[in-house]
C-alpha cells in the first residue's frame, strides 16, 4: 500500500531521506555512519549487512554441494539453487502488485518496485547521485576511483564489471551461447538476442513522447531524445567537439590518433570501426545484403540502405541555417557549408583547382590522367564517374525518371527538369 500512498514512515536522523521499509533505512543509517558490523571470516573484509557478507564469501573458493539436476551447474547454498532451476523451469513466484511483472527471485522484486516508488537508497559520496542497488552504486563509484578490477587474461584489457569481462572474452573464444530461434543468428549477450527478435517480430516498444517514434531498444531511444534535447554529453578532451554517443566519440578520437585498428585482409585498408571494415570487404566480395522494400535495390551497407529510403520518401533530415536547402546525408550538408564559407580544402596538385569535397577533387584528377573507369555495355562509351554513366545509361533505356508537377513532362536528367521549371516560373 506504501506504493500506492507514497508514504514513507521511516526517515534518516542524519539527513532529510526517508524509506518504505525499516530495514532501507537501517542500511541507509549505516552508510551514513560507516559502520560495517559484519566480517568475513576468511579475509577479514567487513560489510554493512549480512546479505553482503553472504554474497562476499561465495567469492572464497569452497565446496558447492547443491547442483542442478538439468545443467549439473553447482552452488554452495540450498537457496541459490532454488532460483536457479526456475530458470529452466520458467517459474517466476514473485509478482508485482503495480502491475503485471513477476520474478524468480524476491530481491528481483524488491528492485522492481523502487521503479514505481521511485526509490534510490543507495547514495554516492563522491557525487549526488543515487542507485536502486548496491551493485549499481558499487560499479558507478569506480568511475571516480578509476578501479577496473576485472582482468582479460588473454590480452590487457581490464573491466568495471565481471558481466563486461565475461562478453570481452568471448570476442577472444568466439563464443555466442544464444541463439535465435527464426534464423541461425547468434549472440554473446541475451540482451543482443532480445533486440534481435525484435527485427522478427516488428516490436518497437520504446515510444518518444515528443515525435511519436519507437524503437527497438531503450539505449536507442535515450540517444534518439537526444536530438531533441540538443544533449551531447561525450566530449572530446583535444578540440572540444561533443557528441551524442560514446562510440561516436570513440571514433572521433581515432582521427587525432591516427588508428586504425581495424584492417582488411585482402589490400591494405584500415579503418576506425569494425562497421566501416565490413562495408569494405563487401567491396570485394561483391555482396549486398541490405533490400530496399520499395524498389528492390540491393545495397552493401544498412546506413547506405537508410540514405536510399529516403530518396523514396523525400525525406532530408538536414537542413542548412543559413539557406533553405536540405540534404540527405550529414557529409552532403557539410560539403554545402563550405560553399557558403568558401572553403575548398582539397587543392589539385597539377593545376591550381581547388574544391570542397575529395570527391569532386578525384572527379578532376581524371582529367588531367584521362582515365575513364566506366565503360557503357551498350556502346562503349566510357566516363569518369559513376553518375555519369548513369545519367548516359538513360539514353538508351528511355527512362525518364523527374517529372514536372505542373505539366507531366518528364525527363532524364535532374538538370533538364530544373530547366523545364523555368519556363513555368518565368
Known amino acids: 500500500m506504501l506504493i500506492h500512498t507514497e508514504e514513507k514512515p521511516y526517515s534518516c536522523n542524519m539527513c532529510s531521506s526517508s524509506f518504505t521499509e525499516k530495514s532501507y533505512a537501517a542500511v541507509h543509517m549505516q552508510r551514513s555512519s ?14 554493512m549487512t549480512k ?22 551447474s553447482s552452488f554452495k547454498t540450498k537457496s541459490a539453487l532454488t532460483v536457479h532451476v526456475r530458470t529452466h523451469t ?40 543515487s542507485f536502486k542497488t548496491n551493485h549499481q552504486l558499487t560499479v558507478h563509484v569506480r568511475t571516480h576511483t578509476g578501479e577496473k578490477p576485472y582482468k582479460c587474461n588473454v590480452c590487457e584489457s581490464s573491466f568495471k564489471t565481471k558481466f563486461q569481462q565475461t562478453v570481452h572474452i568471448r570476442k577472444h573464444t568466439g563464443e555466442k551461447p544464444y541463439s535465435c530461434e527464426v534464423c541461425d543468428s547468434s549472440f554473446k549477450t541475451k540482451s543482443q538476442q532480445t533486440s534481435h527478435m525484435r527485427i522478427h517480430t516488428g516490436e518497437k516498444p520504446y515510444n518518444c513522447e515528443m515525435c511519436g517514434s519507437s524503437f527497438k531498444d531503450k539505449s536507442q531511444l535515450i540517444v534518439h531524445m537526444r536530438n531533441h534535447t540538443g544533449e551531447k554529453p561525450y566530449s572530446c578532451n583535444i578540440c572540444d567537439t561533443s557528441f551524442k554517443t560514446k562510440s561516436q566519440l570513440t571514433v572521433h578520437m581515432q582521427n587525432h590518433t591516427g588508428n586504425k585498428p581495424f584492417k582488411c585482409n585482402v ?3 584500415s579503418f576506425t570501426t569494425n562497421t566501416k571494415l565490413e562495408n569494405h570487404v563487401r567491396t570485394h566480395t561483391g555482396e549486398k545484403p541490405f533490400i530496399c522494400d520499395e524498389c528492390g535495390t540491393s545495397l552493401s551497407g544498412k546506413y547506405s540502405l537508410a540514405v536510399h529510403m529516403r530518396r523514396h520518401t523525400g525525406e532530408r533530415p538536414f537542413g542548412c541555417d543559413l539557406c533553405d536547402s536540405s540534404f540527405i546525408t550529414k557529409f552532403q550538408l557539410d560539403v554545402h557549408l563550405r560553399n557558403h564559407a568558401g572553403e575548398k580544402p582539397y587543392c589539385c596538385e597539377v593545376c591550381d583547382s581547388s574544391f570542397a569535397s575529395k570527391s569532386d577533387l578525384n572527379k578532376h584528377i581524371k582529367i588531367h590522367s584521362g582515365e575513364k573507369p566506366y565503360s557503357c555495355e551498350v556502346c562503349g562509351t566510357s566516363f569518369t564517374d559513376k553518375s555519369g554513366l548513369k545519367r548516359h545509361i538513360n539514353i538508351h533505356s ?7 508537377q505542373v505539366c507531366g513532362s518528364s525527363f532524364s536528367r535532374k538538370y533538364y527538369l530544373k530547366t523545364h521549371m523555368k519556363t513555368h516560373t518565368s
Not at 520474478?103 to 521511485?118: A, C, E, M, P
Open 90 to 129: 520458467g517459474e517466476k513466484p514473485f509478482s508485482c502488485d503495480a502491475c503485471e511483472s513477476s520474478f524468480k527471485d524476491k530481491s528481483q522484486l524488491i528492485v522492481h518496485r523502487r521503479n514505481h516508488t521511485g526509490e534510490k537508497p543507495y547514495r554516492c559520496d563522491a557525487c549526488d547521485s
Open 267 to 269: 589490400c591494405d585498408s
Open 34 to 47: 560507516g559502520e560495517k558490523p559484519y566480517s568475513c571470516d576468511v579475509c577479514g573484509l567487513c560489510f
Open 398 to 404: 528511355g527512362e525518364k525518371r523527374y517529372s514536372c
Open 51 to 72: 546479505s553482503e557478507l553472504e554474497l562476499h564469501a561465495r567469492t572464497h573458493p569452497g565446496e558447492k554441494r547443491y547442483s542442478c539436476e538439468v545443467c549439473r
